[in-house]
């Protein structure tokens, strides 16, 4: 919505220049810009699902450590 609302603003201000300092005859293409730029803001946006259905994030797994990973005895030599 805010990229429509610059859109129409952008193309105001530019024709009110033109009008006003330029050449509207030769100047024309000037007011594309806002055109594009509110075709740009119209267009379908994809949303594949609902934002309140994210994946989890999973914890980091650590790859920096350099210790040794802790080793258990075998039960038969515990006595």
Same mark, same amino acid.
């Given at each position: ?5 610059? $859109? ?32 740009? $803001? ?38």
């Amino acid at each position: 919505m805010l990229g429509l609302w610059t $859109a129409s603003w952008l193309f105001v201000l530019l024709l009110a220049g033109l009008l006003r300092v330029g050449d509207l005859s030769v100047q024309w293409p000037v007011l594309l810009v806002p055109v594009l730029w509110a075709l740009v $803001a119209l267009r379908p946006r994809r949303s594949s699902r609902p934002p309140d259905s994210w994946d989890p994030i999973p914890p980091p797994t650590r790859t920096d450590t350099v210790e040794r990973p802790a080793l258990r005895r075998p039960r038969d030599e515990w006595g």
